[in-house]
């Protein structure tokens, strides 16, 4: 969505934001729940994120990634800040203290690129502070106006509700009170029911 050549190829349509979200969201559940050792990625961005085949999501550049069991129930101690602006964890920023969390924080990040259609960061202001007051309004027509103007209306209405409450509650600024990757996959997937391709392994 950010690049001349990826705007050349024409509008991503909601369906296909949608099927990122989930993709993306199942890739991190792998990593933190399955993968032996467990990985936090690190380094969630859009530009790690890679479409292939009628734009299924890849997620890629494992190069700041964390390995190691205890990263499932407890934070790391505190570690060198690594990451990209607009997507690094607030609480990570403050604390120093990495955990899975910390990549939930930056897909709620994700979330706001695919809905809005804006970068991570404006100017000064990150998308998560920007959008702020409009995501948490429970007015349906405020919420609308988020969307991506490329869109033209073009949406689910009750998956864009799904998505902006999914980036609320993954941008909370407690990391423990964040929702962590299996939830949102469930989530996800009741959301998107019978709407979206059968999965792909990971």
Same mark, same amino acid.
């Given at each position: 969505?950010?690049?001349?050549?990826?705007? @050349?190829?024409?509008?991503?349509?909601?369906?296909?934001?949608?099927?990122?979200?989930?993709?993306?969201?199942?890739?991190?559940?792998?990593?933190?729940?399955?993968?032996?050792?467990?990985?936090?990625?690190?380094?969630?961005?859009?530009?790690?994120?890679?479409?292939?085949? $009628?734009?299924?999501?890849?997620?890629?550049?494992?190069?700041? @990634?964390?390995?190691?069991?205890?990263?499932?129930?407890?934070?790391?101690?505190?570690? &060198?800040?690594?990451?990209?602006?607009?997507?690094?964890?607030? $609480?990570?920023?403050? &604390?120093?203290?990495?955990?899975?969390?910390?990549?939930?924080?930056?897909?709620?990040?994700?979330?706001?690129?695919?809905?809005?259609?804006?970068?991570?960061?404006?100017?000064?202001?990150?998308?998560?502070?920007?959008?702020?007051? @409009?995501?948490? $309004?429970?007015?349906?027509?405020?919420?609308?106006?988020?969307?991506?103007?490329?869109?033209?209306?073009?949406?689910?209405?009750?998956?864009?509700?799904?998505?902006?409450?999914?980036?609320?509650?993954?941008?909370?600024?407690?990391?423990?009170?964040?929702?962590?990757?299996?939830?949102?996959?469930?989530?996800?997937?009741? @959301?998107?029911?019978?709407?979206?391709?059968?999965?792909?392994?990971?």
């Amino acid at each position: 969505m950010h690049t001349q050549q990826g705007q @050349c190829r024409g509008t991503l349509s909601w369906s296909n934001r949608v099927s990122i979200a989930l993709d993306l969201a199942r890739a991190l559940d792998y990593l933190h729940n399955v993968a032996d050792p467990p990985v936090i990625h690190r380094d969630i961005k859009s530009s790690n994120i890679l479409l292939v085949n $009628n734009n299924r999501a890849k997620l890629a550049d494992f190069g700041l @990634c964390k390995l190691g069991h205890d990263i499932q129930t407890a934070p790391l101690t505190p570690t &060198t800040i690594k990451g990209s602006l607009g997507y690094v964890d607030t $609480n990570y920023l403050n &604390t120093g203290l990495l955990s899975p969390k910390s990549d939930v924080y930056s897909f709620g990040v994700i979330l706001l690129e695919l809905v809005t259609g804006l970068k991570s960061f404006l100017g000064s202001t990150t998308i998560a502070e920007w959008t702020e007051e @409009c995501r948490k $309004n429970q007015n349906v027509d405020v919420l609308v106006g988020l969307l991506d103007p490329k869109l033209k209306g073009d949406a689910d209405l009750e998956q864009l509700k799904v998505l902006i409450e999914l980036a609320n509650l993954a941008l909370l600024e407690n990391a423990e009170a964040r929702p962590d990757m299996k939830f949102i996959v469930s989530t996800l997937l009741d @959301c998107t029911e019978d709407k979206l391709q059968p999965e792909l392994p990971v």
